[in-house]
C-alpha cells in the first residue's frame, strides 16, 4: 500500500501540468460567430448603443442617390407634407408619423410605400388616406427621400439636423389656377368673400399651398367670409365640424356634432353638450351628414402637381 504522501504528490504534479499546459495554450477557442463575453451583448437589436447591425431595412441600405432624395424632398412638400408634417412627424391633417411606421421601416424600394399611395389605407382611429394619383417614379423618390430621413434619425422619430430651405414654390400659372379655382372651388369660397386678403393672412406660400391643399384656409363655407353666428350665449361652432341630421321615422330631427357613426349606431352632441345615440337599421332612421372638407378630400384624389402650383399662384395674388 502506497504512502499517503506520495499520492497527494502526485496528484500536486498532475494539477501542475494540467495548468501549465493550459498557460501555454492561451485562452480556449471561441466557435466561429460567437460574441466575446462583454461584446455583442443587446446589439443586434436596432443597434443599440451605436453599434451592432440595424434592425430595419431603412437603417442598413447604403446612402441613396442625392439627385433623387432632393427631388423626393421637393415632391413630398407638395404631395404629402399637409398629412404627414414637414418632418415627417404628422401634420395639420392627421396623417401618421411616418418615422415610426412598421410599413415605411420595412419598405425595401418604394414597394410598401407605392402600394399604400395607390390604394390608399385606413388605419383605427386616423383620417382616412384616399388613393392618390402620383406616379410610380415620383413614388419611389418620395421614398428614397423617407427613408434617408428615417436612417438618419436612427428610427428613433426625430428629424436629422439641417439646414432650412427656402422652396420657390411659386411655379404655376395664375390664368389657370383662377381658371381652375372658378370651376371646382367657388361654391364654397370666394376671392372677394372668405378668401380675400388670404395671401396677405398666409404669406408664406408653402404655408399657403398646404393650407388650401388640406381644406384649412377658407376661414368659413359660403362667400361670405366667416363661420355662421352662433346661438347667444353659445360657443361659436367651428367651421371645419362635421355635423349630422337625424330624422326619425316620427318626424323629428335632431343635429349637432357627429360624434361617431357605423352601421349600427350614429352618435351625435347636440349645441348644450348632450349626447345622444340612435340605433341604425338601414336607412332607418334617416342620417344627413355634413362635411365641410368633403370637397377637399374628394379633390386629394385628382389633383395633378399642375393643379396645385396653378391655384398656388393664383392664391398669392389675393393679397
Known sequence: MRPRSSLAAGALLVLICIAARLAAQGQPQVPPGTPAQGQGQGQGQGGRGGRGQATFPAQQRPPGDPAQIERGKNLYGVTCRACHGADLRGGDMGGPNLLRSQLVLNDQDGELILAVVQNGRQNPGMPVMPPMNIPPDDVKAIAAFIHSVAASSRGQGAPPPSEAVALNIVVGDAAAGKAYFDSKCASCHSATGNLAGVATRLSDPMQLQNTWVSG?????????????PAAEGAPA???????????QPSGETVSGRLVRIDDFIVT????????????????VPKVEINDPLEGHRKLLTVYTDKDIHDVTAYLVTLK
Open 216 to 228: 384649412g384656409g377658407g376661414g368659413g363655407r359660403g362667400r361670405g367670409g366667416g363661420p355662421a
Open 237 to 247: 361652432r367651428n367651421p371645419r365640424e362635421v355635423t349630422v341630421t337625424v330624422t
Open 268 to 283: 351625435l352632441a347636440q349645441p348644450d353638450g348632450t349626447q345622444r345615440s340612435f340605433r341604425r337599421d338601414g336607412e
